[in-house]
């Protein structure tokens, strides 16, 4: 049993417990900071205790995933709020290279943050500010980048001068000086994979698009890993919440000299070209960073695969997931639902492959015909992996770890628990339940969408009650022998956009 030490990026269950339940039922045992180490959404984590925890468990650790945003930080969001200096962030950055004095086997994968920049005003995530000059922040980035470009038009201009009119010095030179001092942490995490204190390091963009302050960051990124001369070591691609699989992935398939190749089928024909929501760039692009940033590397030809990757993509530009159900060719007519569906029945009963599918239709949530399908097909067992969550990035990440996992160690009992916590969580939540306990419970609640009644509260009971209706009415089918159970909901920031779920697979066939 080989011993991995897992910094997660902060307390949610996408980041502290996805990982640890991928392992699960492996040769490979994580182990995880306890949660009391951890921060709470704005309050950051213990990082003296944090840094103090990794020293020790060093000592007989064969791998270290390690998130840079909480060992200098406290977490994501302490990563926007924090009033380090740079000079502070050298100075815990250095520690890292304290890993290898204590166990130089030690095999140490990092990741960290580019600071993203919503274009909305809201606090939920961000400094207080944000609440009032978010879009302005946003937008002022934006102009500016595409005015060093060349291509800002008059329109625009004349928007850059209004906001440098009324946006507050002081608010102005917060959020600059904050980005600066991450963009030098950065810059410097690249230097200790040069350096050699970091084996491979993934710098994902969080909530990213093609022009504006986290663009320009992430180009600056790219000059300096281009400088280091790392661009073999050090991955920059879409993506956030899913790099704790991922890098997992890539572990276990380098303690196992695994390299998977994958090949990778599309839902439609121009959904390879569609820049998802939330990204800057077009899916295809994202798609060999995941795989290759888990350890594997496409394959164009199906046979010679160790494994399929299918993604149920849009046909056009993609919608978000309450949004479906309404007639929209790029979801009607430009992709084709079914071939994919028979694809993957096809590789997993006559070619006997492993076979994923990243449900990437709708960004946050999962798409809930494809659900039915997978069902009618007694499918939902039988896949590698799946996901359906959040942004593309995320989803990819997730399932494309999942399948590597499955690749060596088959269809196991945690597997199984893994994809029905997917399907309740991605379909039952993301697409279904999130939208409708907001739209019909809260109102007259006295609670909104970022705040209810804690994480155990009467809501939370009440988004139980309905994952279970849920699991009913769309993933139960007669004939399959496997029932999905809730064994607990919560609800981790006590808010409404995400939920966290322990469910597993019961056996109807032996009864377990």
Known sequence: MKKIIYIPLDERPCNYEFPALLAAGTDYHVVRPDMSMMGLKKRPGDIEQLWAWLFEQARDADGAIVSLDTLLYGGIIPSRLHEMTAEQCAEQLEKLRQLKRINPALHVFAYQLIMRCPRYSSSDEEPDYYENWGREIFRRGYVRHRLELGIATEEEQNELQQIEDV????????????????????????????????????????DSAPYGLTAVDQQHVREHVKKCQQQLSVYMYP???????????????????????????????????????????????????????????????????????????????????????????????????????EVADDIVHRLDKPCVIADIAYANGADLELLQLLRDKKLLFELAGYAGWNTSGNTLGTCIAQGMVYAVYGNTPQHRDFLSLRYVEDGGYCAHVRRDVSDRVLPGTGYNYFSIDGQRGKIAERVKAELTRFIEQHLHHPENNYEIVIDDCYMPWSRMFEVGLKTHVRDTKQGQ
């Open 167 to 206: 946006l507050p010095e002081s608010i102005r030179q917060d959020y600059t000086e904050r980005r600066a001092v991450n963009l030098t942490a950065n810059k410097r995490a690249i230097e200790l994979v040069q350096d050699g204190a970091v084996d491979f390091m993934i710098i994902p963009q969080d």
């Open 239 to 341: 993506g956030a919440d899913e790099v704790g699989c991922t890098l997992l992935a890539r572990m276990i398939n380098h303690f196992e000299r695994r390299k998977p190749r994958v090949h990778v089928h599309f839902a439609s024909v121009q959904g390879p070209l569609v820049i998802p929501l939330y990204e800057d760039r077009v899916l295809y692009e994202s798609v060999k960073y995941q795989i290759m940033a888990a350890g594997g590397l496409m394959s164009p030809s199906l046979a010679e695969a160790d494994m399929a990757l299918c993604v149920n993509t849009p046909g056009e530009s993609m919608m978000e997931s309450n949004d479906q159900g309404q007639h929209y060719l790029g979801y009607q007519v430009y992709r084709n639902l079914v071939e994919l569906i």
